[in-house]
Structure formats: C-alpha cells, structure tokens
C-alpha cells in the first residue's frame, strides 16, 4: 500500500498547484538556461556560416569580429596563391541601423563576392544574389519580404531571397549583399574623417577596396596550421584557425554573458532548493497527526520517510516536467533564440532530484522527531 | 517460578509517570501494581482526569514510565529505561490500540485503515483486505469500506478503529472508550466482538469505559481516583 500515493490522492488539487507553481520556477530555470545556449548559437551562427578553416584579417587585431580589421582587397588574391589552400572569399561585415518604413531596422550587413566562399546559408525563399548590384538576400528575421525594396546608405535594394535563423552576435538579422555594394556602404557610413583619408588611397574616385577579411578553405590533407602560418608571414597579417575565431568570440562575446546567466541560474537554483525545502518540510508539517498515527499503530521509519521521499520526488518530477514542456512550448516566442538541448534538461531533471532529496532531509527529520503521543489528544 | 507456570500477560509493578517537574508537577498515576491474564476482559473506572488513559499509553509503550517496571508477554519492556529497542515493533505485532480519537488516516479509504496494519507486519495484500471485511462486516461497517474517513458518524468511526486494533490479531489490547459513541446494541456486539478475541486468541483486553451499560460483561474492575486503582470488583466470575 503506498501512503505517499494515497496521500497525494486525498491532496489532488492542492498538491497539483504546488507543483504547476514548482513548475513555473524551474521552466525560469530552464529558460535561462535555453537564453545562454541561444547565445553562444548566436555568436557562433555567423562565424560558422562560411564554414571556413582559415581567418586572415588585419596584424594587430582579433577581427573581424571581436575587433575592428581592414585589409586590402587584394588579399584574397595571395591568399589563394598559397599551397592547400582551395577556395577563399573576401568579406565585409558591418552593422547599421536603417530607417526602413518608420521604423528603426538593426541590422548586420555581409558583402562577400557571389561564387566565392562566405554566401548566405540555405536560401528559405527566392534566389540568391544574379546581378551584381543593388539586390540582397535578407534574414526573415528582418521582417522584409521577398521582393521589398529598402534604402541603405542611399542605394536601393531588392530583396531577391530569405534565410532563417542568420543572426550576428548581437542578435541582429543578416542581410547579403554583393562585395562592391557593401564596400560603397561602408565608405558612405564611415566617420567624415577617415573617409578624406580614404579618399586620397588608390581609389580616390569611389570607395577604397578594403575589406574586412578573407575567409578561406584548405584541401583535405593540407595543414590548416601551415597555411595560418603562412598568412602571418605578411607583416599586415593576421591569421587564425577557425577554431581559433570561434574561441575568440566566445571569450569575449559571451563570456560576460555566460558569467551573468550562470550566476543568475545558480541564483535561481538556490531558489528553487529553499522552495523546495520548505514545500516539503510544510507538506511533513500539515502530517504531523498522521504520521504519529503511523507510529502509534507500529509503523516502521522506512513507511514514514518513504512517504515524505517519494511525495517530494513526485512534486519535483512532475513540477520538472511542467517546466520543460511549458518552455518547450514558448521558446519560440522569445525575442532572441533559446536553445534547448535534451542534456541540458537531464542535467536540471538530475538536480531537481537531488534538490528534493536534499529538501526531504529536513521533512524527514521533522518527521522521526514526531512523538506518537501528539497523536493521542482530540 | 516455573517455566510452564501461567504468567500474566502484562505485570505493572509500582508502575508511575508523572508529567512535569515542581511546581507544574502532575501525577498522572502512582504507584500501580495490576496483573492481567490471557483471556480475561477488564474495565477500567474513574472520573475524568484519574489516569485511565495514561495507565493505558504505559501498557501500549506510547508514553514512557517514569517509575516501576513494566513486563508484557513474559518481556521486561521497562525498568529505568526502555529495554526493548523496538517499541514500534512490539506495538505492531502485539498490542492493539483502540484510540479515544480513533485516529484513523484520513488518506486511506476504511478498508485500507484496517489493512494498513497487516501490511506492515508483512501479510499479502489479499489476505489483509480479506480480514478486514470480516472485521468490517463483524461490526457492521462493511458498507463502507470504500469511505474516507471524515465521511463517517462517530460510532462507525470507533468500530473502524476497533477493527484496526484487531486486524494483527494482537494478544494486548487496549481500548479507551470504545463504546462512547455507541448505541446499547452495538456496544453489547462490541463487547461480545472483545471477548471472543480474548477467549479465541487468548488475549487481554483492557478497556476503559463510563458507560454502565456494558459493565457486567467485565470479568474484573478496577477503579482508579487520582492516580491510584482503589478498588477491585468481579462482576463476572473468571471462565
Ligand atoms: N501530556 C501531558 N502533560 C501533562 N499532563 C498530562 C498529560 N497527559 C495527561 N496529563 C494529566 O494527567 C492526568 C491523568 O490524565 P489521563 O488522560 O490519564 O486521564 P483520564 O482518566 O484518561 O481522563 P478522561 O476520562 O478525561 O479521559 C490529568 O490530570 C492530566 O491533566
Ligand atoms: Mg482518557
């Protein structure tokens, strides 16, 4: 005969509510959680989206990315020059804020030349880039439609296609456009004086030919290290592993982030264990006559600290799984994506375990405490 | 004493408890020497406050002596201390408890009231269910076996509870007005219920009661005033 079961039973609604409000605190839990691995997904998204091996940018700095790089646009060209090296790209990256139907748009421009490594991932809708000008392939998280026309820098584009899910660090959507548009963009957009200073380089005419890096892939077999090493022997060069780049961005992007998210989770978890504790020491508290009932009749401890275990068990699993299909099934609503990975919720199911074992202690000490005679009086 | 000798069941020497210390100082009960045999049913008297229900609680080893010693089945249970290191044990297998608040468990059905204590003591599910409709059905409760109890009437509360007391088939037990809320006819299928527990599983029933209606079904009577038994009366001769 199971107490706890039968206990719960002749408790439903109110043990029901406690654990929809146990719930909602480990579904913050979780969401917190599901924030952070959002965030490093979205560090990382556009890194990864070249799927390059090699990263050459300015010497001196961690670009393009972490710090600010600018390269001749030739580049790219010795860079192909170099042994195991199959493909390459140049690229611009630049963030802006357009105005585009009365109303404020961030977004993250990428200019690479089409054919050439550092395109759009998967296009969701449409074509990529045909012409050579004035067309882009936009994130659909920019909330511009296939065939809408928007104004940057002072050029019109069209928008020819849509990804999903291309975000910058900052969570901004990423719009593509040709390599000579986003050059113009970035001259039309710089402060007025670098652009004079600019201006008296080769190019005096229009934008300089400067890019922001060259991305480039190494054939199978080939030594990523030996073409990073090579790169670097130009003085005005840097160059780093793809490896090398995704560290980076984590380091300095998201590791303030991580270092908030994971106190404010550890916050909460310390939370939640008080609430725990003191949800279940409460429940030992309102079965105090009972369980000196349970003692009178000759109950043995292993009946009565089963009782508190298993109900304590029952409240945090079921409370834990309200939580994790509550976020489940909101985490798409989230301005910003939250990322739910099955381990991370094992973990915190693993916890929540512990926790209410941990809490039980104290419900379970209550209860061996219990004197049978308090059960004598009316 | 010889082995074989017939030895009563509980053996209260000197047996005292009193709560509290000076001033706050209560008595409950001084000094009481009380032999009781298998198969013997006995009442126990006094006005309210006398210490029935504490002399109770020291035979059912739920309150500890303060004074005395206390044997029960042939075992030295109390002597200075507790010298059975498991008193919930001893309780489960051999003494059966009639409350004076019935104390049934409010999460379990009525059925499951009664079976709960054959459970404990290892019998098989079937088994304890079907002993406890016997019991139920004895004392005409059976019709509510499924009901909470906060759903039931004083008296079949008390017949519950008495069908708890019974379920283990316990050789002490002890009763603390387990008639109060009872009419004269059921108290008398009660009483009948008691002796026949005794004279089967030659048991001792102790049972404490205002209620004149069922005194002449007592084989022995003590009366208890301020803590002390002061008188002994034989109702009904011994079987
Ligand atoms: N836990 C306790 N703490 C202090 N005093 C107590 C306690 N239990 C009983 N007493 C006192 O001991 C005395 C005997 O109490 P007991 O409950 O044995 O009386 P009783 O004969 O059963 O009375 P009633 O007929 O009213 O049930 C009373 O004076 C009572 O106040
Ligand atoms: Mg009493």
């Known amino acids: 005969m199971n107490l706890a079961l039968r206990d719960i039973r002749h408790h439903l609604g109110r043990f029901l509510m406690t654990a929809l409000g146990l719930g909602l605190l480990l579904g913050v839990v979780l969401s917190m959680i599901g924030i952070y691995r959002g965030l490093v997904a979205d560090a990382l998204a556009l890194v990864r989206t070249p799927a390059a091996e090699v990263w050459v940018v300015e010497t001196g700095t961690r670009g393009p990315f972490a710090e600010g790089s600018r390269i001749p646009g030739d580049t790219r060209e010795s860079i192909a020059r170099l042994t195991g090296v199959t493909e390459t790209g140049s690229m611009t990256f630049q963030s802006l804020e357009a105005s585009h139907r009365e109303r404020k748009l961030r977004l993250q421009v990428v200019g690479w030349e089409p054919g050439r490594l550092g395109g759009p991932p998967a296009i969701a809708e449409g074509r990529g880039l045909a012409r050579s000008r004035f067309e882009i392939v936009a994130d659909i998280k920019t909330g511009l439609a296939l065939g809408e026309r928007i104004d940057l820098g002072g050029d019109t584009f069209t928008v020819v296609g849509t990804t999903r899910g291309a975000v910058s660090s900052g969570g901004d959507p990423v719009v593509w456009m040709a390599l000579r548009d986003s050059q113009v963009l970035q001259f039309r957009l710089s402060p007025a004086p670098a652009r004079r200073e600019a201006a008296r380089g080769p190019v005096a005419a229009g934008a300089p030919d400067t890019i922001n890096a060259v991305v480039a892939r190494v054939a199978p077999g080939a030594s990523v290290e030996a073409v990073v090493e090579a790169a670097r022997r130009w003085k005005h060069l840097a160059a780093m592993s793809q490896d090398e780049q995704e560290t980076i961005l984590t380091r300095s992007v998201v590791e303030k982030a991580r270092q908030q998210i994971g106190l404010f989770t550890t916050v909460l978890l310390v939370v939640s264990t008080v609430i725990i504790a003191l949800i279940i020491y409460t429940m030992t508290m309102d079965k105090i006559r009972e369980i000196a009932t349970l003692k009178l009749i000759g109950a043995p401890d292993g009946r009565i600290v089963g009782l508190i275990v298993q109900q304590a068990l029952a409240l945090g699993l079921i409370g834990f799984t309200v939580g994790a299909s509550l976020i489940t099934s909101v985490k798409d609503l989230f301005p910003r994506r939250v990322v739910m990975l099955p381990e991370d919720a094992a973990s915190l199911g693993l916890v929540v375990v512990i926790v209410c074992l941990v809490a039980s202690g104290l419900g379970v000490r209550l209860a061996l405490r219990v004197d049978p005679a308090t059960a004598l009086g009316g | ?239």
Not at chain 2, 86 to 112: A, C, M, T, W, Y
Not at chain 2, 127 to 155: C, I, M, N, Q
Not at chain 2, 170 to 199: F, Q, S, Y
Request: glycine share 8%.
């Open chain 2, 1 to 239: 004493m010889n082995a074989d000798a017939p030895r009563p069941l509980v053996e209260c020497r000197g047996l005292a408890k009193h709560y509290g210390e000076g001033e706050a100082r209560v008595d409950a009960l001084k000094a009481v020497d009380l032999d009781l045999w298998p198969g013997e049913v006995v009442g126990l008297l006094g006005p309210s406050g006398s210490g029935k229900t504490t002399l109770l609680n020291l035979i059912g080893c739920i309150v500890e002596p303060s004074a005395g010693t206390l044997h029960l089945d042939g075992e030295t249970v109390w002597q200075g201390k507790w010298l059975r290191p498991d008193l919930r044990r001893l309780r489960l297998e051999k003494i059966g408890f009639i409350f004076q608040f019935h104390n049934l468990l409010p999460f379990l059905d009525v059925s499951e009231n009664v079976a709960l204590v054959l459970d404990m003591a290892g019998r098989p599910k079937a088994e304890a269910l079907t002993r406890a409709r016997e019991l139920l059905d004895y004392l005409e409760v059976g019709h509510r076996r499924t009901a909470k109890p906060s759903s039931l009437s004083g008296g079949e509360a008390q017949r519950v509870a008495i069908a708890r007391a019974l379920a283990n088939r316990p050789r002490i037990i002890l009763a603390d007005e387990p008639t109060a809320a009872l009419d004269g006819e059921r108290a008398g299928i009660v009483m009948d219920l008691l002796r026949k527990v005794a004279v089967e599983q030659s048991a001792t029933v102790v049972v404490v009661t205002h209620d004149e209606k069922i005194w002449d079904r007592f084989d022995r009577i003590f009366a208890l005033r301020d803590g002390r038994i002061v008188t002994q009366d034989t109702p009904r001769r011994r079987p």
